[in-house]
C-alpha cells in the first residue's frame, strides 16, 4: 500500500469523524431540531458539509464536489484556480475531477493543490485525448495506459484516486479491452478505483458488467433519463455515484439560446419544461429556494447519488454553493412535481447528455 495513500485515508476519516454523526452516512438530517428521545438539540447549521460513503470504497465524500472542466476550457487564470481550489479545500470540500482533455485543467489544478495532495480525492479521465496526447488509437490499451502516465505527470501524483473511461461508447465497453486497461492500471497501483464516465446504455452496461468501483453520470433537473435507467441498480451494487453536470450548466441565466453550444440543450429543455422557479423574474432568485438551490438540491436527493461535482472558475462559488445545499433536500412535492414534469415533457430523444 502506498504510504502516502493511508496517511490520506487516516486524515479524511478523521475529518469525518469531526464532523459529527450530524452529517455522516445519514440522510440530511433536520438540522436545528430537536431529537425527541434524548432531547438534544441539532446545530441550525451542521458543522460541515455533509459526507457520503462513496459506494464500496473506503473514501467518504463531501456531497459537494469540484468539476474541473471549465477552469480547463475557459483558461481560468493560476492564481484564481489557486483561490478557488484552496479556499474550498480549508471549506471542507474533498473531491476533484478532471481530465486529461480539460486543456490545462489537471496542470492548474496541480500548480494550486498538489502540495495539499492528502487534503482530497484525485479522479481523472481517459480516452479523449488532449493536444499533447498520443496519435494511437483513443480506446485502445496502450493508448489509455499512456494517458494515465500523462496525467499523473501533469497532476505530480504517483496515483490517482479514480481513474475513469472518459464516455466511450457501449460497443467500446463490450469489446473489453477499454476496461482490462483501466483494470491493469488498478492492479499496477496507478489508481486505486476505477470508473465509467457517461450515460444511457453504456452507463447500464458498465453497471451491469459488475467491473466499474464508480458511475459519472448526468444527473438534474433537466436531465433525468438516469433516474429510473441507472441510479437504483447503481446503488444496489454499491457502486459510488457522481454527478455531472449537476446543476444543469445554470442554462436557466440566459435570456435566449446561448452562444456557448454546450448549454443549448439544457436552455432548450428548460424552455419546455417550465419550471417556475427556473422561468421569468425568478430566475433571478438567490437562496435555497432560487433556481441555482433547487437544481443542487433536487440532484443531492436522488437515491444514489454519491457525490455532486459543479464547474466554476469563480473563487466564491464552492462556498455558496455549498450554503445553498445545507437547506438539505427539497420538500417531496417540489420534488414529484420535478419528476411529473419532466414524464410529462421529456422527448423520447431526451437521453443524458455527455
Ligand atoms: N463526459 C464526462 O465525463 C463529463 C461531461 C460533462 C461534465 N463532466 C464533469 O462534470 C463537471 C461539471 O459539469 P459542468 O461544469 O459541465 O456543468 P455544471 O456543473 O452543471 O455547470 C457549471 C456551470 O454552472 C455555473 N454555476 C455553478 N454554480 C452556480 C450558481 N450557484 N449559480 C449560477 N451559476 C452557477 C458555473 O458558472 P460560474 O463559473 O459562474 O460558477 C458553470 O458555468 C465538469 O467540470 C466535469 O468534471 C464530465
Known amino acids: 500500500m502506498n504510504p502516502s495513500f493511508a496517511s490520506r485515508r487516516v486524515f479524511l476519516q478523521r475529518s469525518a469523524a469531526a464532523a459529527g454523526a450530524f452529517s455522516i452516512g445519514m440522510n440530511w438530517p433536520a438540522w436545528g431540531l430537536q431529537d425527541s428521545k434524548t432531547g438534544a438539540t441539532a446545530p441550525a447549521v451542521p458543522p460541515s458539509l455533509e459526507r457520503r460513503k462513496f459506494g464500496k470504497t473506503d473514501m467518504l465524500v463531501t456531497v459537494l464536489g469540484f468539476g474541473g472542466a471549465e477552469i480547463g476550457y475557459e483558461s481560468t487564470e493560476g492564481a484564481t484556480v489557486e483561490k478557488l481550489l484552496n479556499s474550498a479545500l480549508d471549506a ?53 495506459l499512456a494517458s494515465l502516465e500523462r496525467s499523473l505527470k501533469r497532476l505530480k501524483t504517483d496515483a490517482v484516486d479514480l481513474f475513469q473511461l472518459h464516455s466511450c461508447s457501449l460497443e467500446e465497453l463490450e469489446k473489453g479491452e477499454v476496461i482490462e486497461a483501466v483494470e491493469l492500471a488498478k492492479k499496477q497501483g496507478k489508481t486505486r478505483y476505477i470508473g465509467y464516465s457517461g450515460d444511457s446504455k453504456a452507463a447500464r452496461y458498465a453497471i451491469e458488467c459488475g467491473r466499474f468501483d464508480a458511475l459519472q453520470t448526468s444527473i438534474n433537473f433537466a436531465d433525468q433519463e438516469c433516474i ?29 439560446q446561448p452562444g456557448n453550444d454546450y448549454h443549448v440543450e439544457y436552455w432548450k429543455r428548460l424552455q419546455a419544461l417550465k419550471y417556475d422557479f427556473a422561468s421569468g423574474d425568478a430566475r433571478s432568485k438567490q437562496g435555497p429556494d432560487g433556481p441555482a438551490g433547487v437544481a443542487l438540491r433536487f440532484t443531492a436527493m436522488q437515491p444514489g447519488v454519491s457525490v455532486l461535482i459543479v464547474g466554476t472558475s469563480k473563487p466564491e462559488r464552492w462556498a455558496q454553493n455549498a450554503e445553498l445545499m445545507r437547506a438539505g433536500p427539497l420538500s417531496k412535492e417540489l420534488e414529484q412535481s420535478i419528476r411529473a414534469r419532466w414524464k410529462a415533457t421529456a422527448k423520447s430523444d431526451w437521453s443524458g447528455q455527455i
Not at 473531491?95 to 479522479?123: M, N, P, Q, W
Open 92 to 144: 471542507g470540500l474533498n473531491v476533484v475531477d478532471t481530465a486529461e482533455c480539460y486543456r490545462d485543467s489537471e496542470l492548474a489544478i496541480a500548480a494550486a493543490i498538489g502540495h495539499r495532495r492528502k487534503d482530497y480525492y484525485l479522479f481523472t479521465k481517459c480516452g479523449h485525448v488532449g493536444e499533447e496526447g498520443s496519435k494511437d488509437s483513443t480506446w485502445s490499451k496502450k493508448s489509455l
Open 228 to 256: 429510473e435507467l441507472t441510479l437504483p441498480l447503481a446503488k444496489e451494487k454499491q457502486m459510488g455515484v457522481i454527478a455531472k453536470r449537476p446543476i444543469a450548466n445554470a442554462a436557466w441565466r440566459y435570456d435566449a
